[in-house]
Every structure is written in C-alpha cells, then in structure tokens.
C-alpha cells in the first residue's frame, strides 16, 4: 500500500463519502537515541494538571496527592496540584503525548505531486527496464522451466512496446491497457513462435510521447 501524496488545495474524501480504508506503514531512521517518554509543555508547582492524564517527573523529587516521585516516574494525576520538595526545582512535570511511544513529526509537502512536470517525465525513463536481461534458459523470472517471459518494468497504463531485432523486423507489439506497471513478453513473435538466441530492441512509447529504446538479449539456450 503506497502512501496517498496530495498536492496544494486537494483533499482526501472523508469515509463518509467513500474513501476506502487503507493502512499506511512508514519507517524512518533517526540520529538521535529514542527517548522512552514524549511528552508536551513542561508545567511547575503553580500550574494546573489534568485530572485522568499521566505526566512525566522532569525534575524531582515532587509530592502528587500522598506520594513522593523522583525525576524519571511517571504518575496518574488524581487531581489537578503538585508540590516540589526542591524549591529551586523548575520545570518539574509534562503531560506524556501519544501513550508514552516515541513521537516525531516530518513533513510531506514536498513531496506532493506536480503535474505535467517535465524533469520528472525525464528521470521516469531511467526507471524503466526490462527484466532478467540477459535471459538465459530457466532464468530466475520466468513463470515455469520452458516457458520463458520476461517483463517490462515501470511503465504507466498505456504505454506501448515495439520489440524488433536489431535489422528493424518487428517481432511483437504490447500494450499496458490496466494500471499495472509492468508489461509481460512471452519471447515469441507475430506467429507464435520463440525467438532464437541473439539481440533485441525495445521500443518503449509512453502515453507522454517520451521514448525511450531498451536492449535485450536472449542467451544460447
């Protein structure tokens, strides 16, 4: 499941109104040490707590109802007071934020998607490929031992392949008519048959007008 990137004024329909539910999985990598606890604002003595919430000893030792907690406890507020036991302690408490879990915020926003953006459209041609190149005889990649096929990958729906040897002969042409990215070849020609061994030429038209020409090359079997 892809992450949805919207770009600037779009917004995603609620699920009221349709949109189908999905679960997005996202793994960073941070420089520094996970923290055990986040947590918001720190509060001191003279301020107020949320009666239900758990805060986070800042600095200790403090006093919450009846009992005594140093730097590092974590503590239900039953009511909404503290006292310090160290009056040049400040900073002595925080509200713990998103059930005690490490917590950290990053922007998509330049990642939004950008229409018609030509650089893009460039870069989108390095991308595709066709694989195994070179095959060989019961390469990893074909659907069974025998029956060889090879893909052309990272391709939008409507793309078109032209597959020719290299004297300009055209063996077969492909269509991506669904919006999955790649194209299947089975390695025959216009009458079915296998192609021999030998070098073959791609040509790959996005629905765009770029191109972009592939080499493939079929081993001794």
Same mark, same amino acid.
Request: charged share 20%; proline share 6%; net charge negative.
């Given at each position: 499941?892809?992450?949805? +990137?919207?770009?600037? @004024?779009?917004?995603?329909? $609620? ?6 539910? @999905? ?25 107020? !707590? ?7 000893? !800042?600095?200790? $030792? ?22 310090? !036991?160290? +009056?040049? @302690? ?11 879990? $490490?917590?950290?915020?990053? @922007? ?8 018609? &953006? ?15 190149? $070179? ?8 659907? +069974? ?24 002969? !055209? ?14 070849? &089975? ?5 079915? &048959? ?28």
């Amino acid at each position: 499941m892809g992450l949805p +990137l919207l770009a600037d @004024s779009f917004e995603l329909k $609620p699920m009221a109104d349709g949109l189908v539910p @999905s679960e997005v999985k996202i793994r960073i990598n941070v420089a520094n040490a996970i923290e055990r606890y986040s947590f918001g604002e720190s509060l001191n003595f003279d301020e107020n !707590l949320e009666v239900g919430e758990e805060y986070l000893v !800042l600095a200790g $030792p403090i006093k919450h109802d009846t009992t005594n907690y140093v730097r590092g406890n974590v503590f239900k507020a039953i009511k909404n007071t503290i006292e310090t !036991l160290d +009056l040049d @302690s400040y900073n002595l408490v925080a509200k713990v934020v998103n059930k005690g879990l $490490p917590l950290y915020q990053f @922007s998509l926003n330049k990642l939004a998607p950008i229409a018609n &953006n030509q650089l893009a459209s460039y870069n989108a041609l390095d991308q595709i490929m066709v694989v195994p190149n $070179p095959y060989y005889a019961y390469s990893l990649g074909s659907r +069974l031992e025998g029956y060889p096929e090879v893909k052309i990958t990272n391709i939008p729906m409507g793309t078109v392949v032209s597959i020719y040897t290299v004297n300009g002969e !055209l063996l077969k042409t492909l269509k991506a008519d669904t919006d999955v990215p790649h194209l299947i070849w &089975n390695t025959t020609n216009l009458q079915n &048959n296998y192609v021999a061994p030998g070098i073959y030429l791609m040509h790959v038209q996005l629905p765009n007008g770029r191109e972009k020409i592939l080499k493939w090359v079929k081993a001794s079997e």
